[in-house]
Structures are given as C-alpha cells and as structure tokens.
C-alpha cells in the first residue's frame, strides 16, 4: 500500500495586499500553487490512494475562485484513477449544519470520498480501511465518532482527524472551533494515523503524524518544513516527507531598544534586510520601544528598503505603543487608502482613472 498524506492547504486564504501581475492576491496564489505542486506529484507518482486530513478549504464559503480551482486539482486526481479520501476541519465545517459544507461539491466525482457529515465513516480502497472521522459539531460528538472506529483484521487501519492534541507536547492552533483531544485517543492499534491541523509536520505518537500545512499561514510556524508524507505500508513502514517550494517567511527576532538611539533602530532594521527579503515574509520585533522613540525613527527609509519584500510586519511589546500603532492600523483616510490600491493594480489609464476617483471623493465629502 503506496499512499501520500497531506492536509491543511487552506485553500482560498488571502493576505496582506500585495497582488500579482493579474491584480490577484499574492498570498491566495501562493496556496493555489503550493497545491499544485502537491497534486503534480500525486499523479507522477501513482499512489494507490491520497488522504487529506482537513482544511482544504480556509472558509465554509471559499470564493468562485477557490471552488474552480479546486474543483480542477480534484478532478485531475480523479481522472486519474487515484482514490482520495477528504476529511473536513474546522475551517470548512459550518456552525449550523444546514449551511453545508463546501466539500459536498466533489462527492460527484469518481474515487473521491469526502467525510464532512459530523460522522465516522469507515472506506476500502484496495487492502486498507480508512477510519475518517470529520470535524464534529462538539467534543461529544468527537469522542463518540472517535472510540467507533475500531481496526479491522485483514486491513491495514488507516484513521484520519483533524484535532489538536494535548498530554505529550500541546498541538494546538488556537482556533475558535478547534477540537483538541488527549492523546491517549490516538489508538496503537491502527497502522497510521492521519493527522490534520497543527500545521508543522509532526510526529505525535509511534503511529501518528501531522503532515502540516502545504504553505505558511502564520509567524508561529516559521522554522518549521511545509510539505506531506509519502507512505508505503507492507511489512514494516517507510515514512517520508516530501517538501514544497512555498513563499518564504522569515522573522528577524527582536532588537531590544532600551539603550538605543533612534538612528541606530533605524540602522539595525536595515542591517537585518541584508540577508535577503526579496519576495519574502517578514517581521521584525522592536522590544522595549516607547512611543517618543518611535517617532523618530526613519520609517521613510525603512519601508523603501523594505519594500522588496512581500510584506514586512514590526511587532512591539509596549502597550502605549501596541495600541497607537493598532489604531493607526486600521485604515488611512479614504483617499490614501484608494491611492495605495490604485498604485498597485495593473489596469490602463491609471492616472486619469485614480484622480477622477480622488475628485469624486473631495465632492462627495463636501
Ligand atoms: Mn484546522
């Protein structure tokens, strides 16, 4: 038995305001291509099946593009003959169940076996048993659907969840609806346990493991490799995990700035930037900055250096400062929020069409 187990591609997720050169997010193209990736390899490689443990959505209502693209990924895995089976997380899973879910879209398609009603269900393909319990509607449920699954001889027992899990080391992401069970659920008696929603690639338990995400959504998980497994069961079994080229993300640490003059922050962030931020994530956290400080140091220089990058975040610990910069944050007038937007998308008659708006705006607040 010869399968790939992936999980957490979030499809649909956009962020910062960075777009590329069709005016589409960057960050949403990010987690379109990581996928594809993933799929390209699934087809060379002809698994006898793939899991997905979760989240391949971001959102309950993923947009057209999201379901098209999808929708395209899928069928190509479906076309050729390999099997996959698609848990929900929590993610994708409604607060009421008669929202439905968005993976009901592919329970159409041939060899593709989506789990997403709040239940376990149990599916053969070829001689494994696949034990897929979706994300539930509370822990009860959870616990129940968990402790039904129970391995079948003369399989290999194969189970999928996506949950996080505390007794060893916490795997959790914080989530509003997340569920997180005891380790003690992760059963020894399966051969594998697929696991989805810590979004680092883990090893939980002797049989069970996190595949991570297939991009980075968030600065806790740099340092952590972004990917899926590729499995092949017999006797024994030989685990091992396949990268993905994703977008990079770095974060730069602190610099405490107690002792320091403006002009030596200014330089330090700057300094940092050397080692390469083309196209890249990136954060920088300035402990210790009060807001006097703040002001004078070159903000100008530094987000012109700054602006190879994909985006560039500053973290603060000071509370005076953690709010000034959070209402400032909000949103800039209208008209320079309109300015920064029109500046970064790629339509003709950009000067004509910018300052018509800019008009109609000084008319409409007079
Ligand atoms: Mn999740």
Redesign the pocket.
């Known amino acids: 038995m010869h399968f790939l187990h992936v999980?957490?591609s979030?499809l649909g997720y956009s962020a910062y305001h960075k777009l590329n050169e069709n005016g589409l997010n960057q960050r949403e193209v990010d987690t379109y291509n990581s996928f594809k990736q993933f799929v390209d390899y699934a087809i060379a490689s002809k698994p006898d099946m793939i899991l997905h443990s979760?989240?391949l959505f971001d959102s309950v209502r993923p947009t057209n593009r999201a379901i098209k693209f999808a929708m395209e990924q899928i069928i190509r895995i479906s076309e050729n003959d390999i099997p996959m089976v698609i848990i929900s997380?929590?993610?994708e899973t409604p607060k009421m169940r008669e929202t439905g879910s968005p993976l009901s879209f592919f329970e159409h398609l041939k060899n593709i076996y989506v789990v997403y009603k709040g239940k376990y269900e149990k599916i053969e393909i070829g001689d494994a048993m696949i034990h897929a319990i979706p994300?539930c509607f509370s822990k009860e449920e959870l616990i129940k659907n968990i402790e039904l699954a129970k391995k079948i001889d003369g399989y290999f027992n194969i189970s999928m969840m996506?949950v996080?899990i505390f007794g060893i080391k916490e795997f959790s992401?914080g989530?509003f609806n997340?569920q997180i069970i005891p380790s003690g659920y992760l059963s020894p008696d399966f051969d594998y346990i697929a696991l989805?929603?810590?979004?680092t690639a883990t090893k939980v338990t002797e049989n069970s493991y996190y595949s991570g995400s297939t991009e980075y959504f968030s600065f806790k998980e740099v340092g952590g490799r972004k990917g899926f497994y590729d499995i092949k069961m017999s006797d024994g079994i030989d685990i091992n995990f396949m990268p993905l080229k994703t977008r990079s993300m770095i974060d730069f640490g602190s610099i405490d700035c107690n002792d320091l003059p403006p002009d030596e922050i200014t330089e330090k962030i700057i300094k940092k930037f050397e080692s390469g931020i083309e196209g890249k994530i990136i954060r920088i956290f300035l402990k210790n900055l009060n807001l006097a400080k703040h002001k004078s140091i070159d903000w100008n220089k530094i987000k012109k250096m700054a602006s190879k990058s994909l985006h560039f975040e500053v973290g603060y610990d000071l509370k005076e400062i953690k709010y000034e910069m959070a209402s400032k944050s909000r949103m800039a007038s209208l008209e320079e929020e309109w300015r920064n937007y029109i500046s970064s998308v790629p339509i003709e008659r950009k000067k004509e069409i910018g300052e018509l708006a800019l008009k109609y705006l000084s008319e409409a607040k007079g």
């Open positions: 999980a957490d979030h979760g989240d997380g929590n993610h994300h996506h996080g992401r989530d997340e989805g929603h810590y979004h």
